[in-house]
């Protein structure tokens, strides 16, 4: 969660606990050529801050409840965090000291928890597309990929027919030339990330270039 929110690799060693409700105390590793410097290793040190810095901020976003769009990059880390938490009915506190004396604060108790799991909650946004290119694949479960180009990087699509029998009727084959109707329906969270897409047969088209979009 450090290094997403730093956006490097951040190494943390555990330097003692103290009694309580488990404090942990760590700090960021020092360079192996440094091994007998009483001074953290400067990149280190810089990174975690960045890094911790990133994080406390989030953290107070989540426990206030505030739009936290702008942290989207780190969201998926500290979900994972959050449904761990969760799983043992835990809080979470942070405290960071850096390098020039700032101490900073940050929880992330039952409230941000459930802020970040109404975050996660997704709805569907459909739009009706064309996709037009040559059958690379076919499942007897209802599942055709779709090719758009002959270049090994074009895009390609899996269709889904909802009745796979009605795929059986049209007597595809592989390599055959297709232009598919479909429905194109995005999973979208409250963050505005897709976390499912998936592409179901609506009906034959008329021929037409495919839409620019990503599988």
Do not use: C
């Amino acid at each position: 969660m450090v290094s997403v929110a730093a956006g490097t690799p951040v190494q943390l060693e555990l330097t003692g606990i103290s009694a309580g409700s488990t404090v942990v105390h760590a700090r960021p590793v020092t360079a192996p050529g440094d091994a007998d410097s009483e001074a953290l290793d400067a990149p280190a040190t810089s990174a975690a801050s960045t890094g911790l810095g990133t994080l406390t901020t989030l953290l107070d976003a989540l426990e206030s409840e505030h739009d936290v769009r702008e942290w989207a990059r780190l969201f998926d880390a500290v979900e994972s965090v959050s449904r761990a938490l969760n799983r043992y009915a835990l809080d979470l506190g942070v405290t960071w000291y850096d390098a020039e004396g700032h101490v900073r604060r940050a929880r992330l108790t039952e409230r941000g928890r459930n802020y970040v799991r109404r975050l996660r909650e997704t709805k569907d946004r459909d739009q009706e597309i064309i996709i037009s290119g040559r059958i690379t694949e076919l499942r007897e479960s209802g599942l055709v990929k779709v090719k758009t180009g002959t270049a090994k990087n074009a895009p390609a699509y899996d269709v889904r027919f909802e009745e796979p029998e009605k795929l059986l009727r049209m007597r595809p084959g592989l390599g055959d030339n297709v232009h598919f109707r479909v429905r194109f329906r995005q999973q979208l969270d409250s963050m505005g990330i897709a976390r499912s897409t998936e592409y179901t047969y609506l009906g034959p088209a008329a021929e037409q270039t495919s839409l620019p979009l990503e599988p």
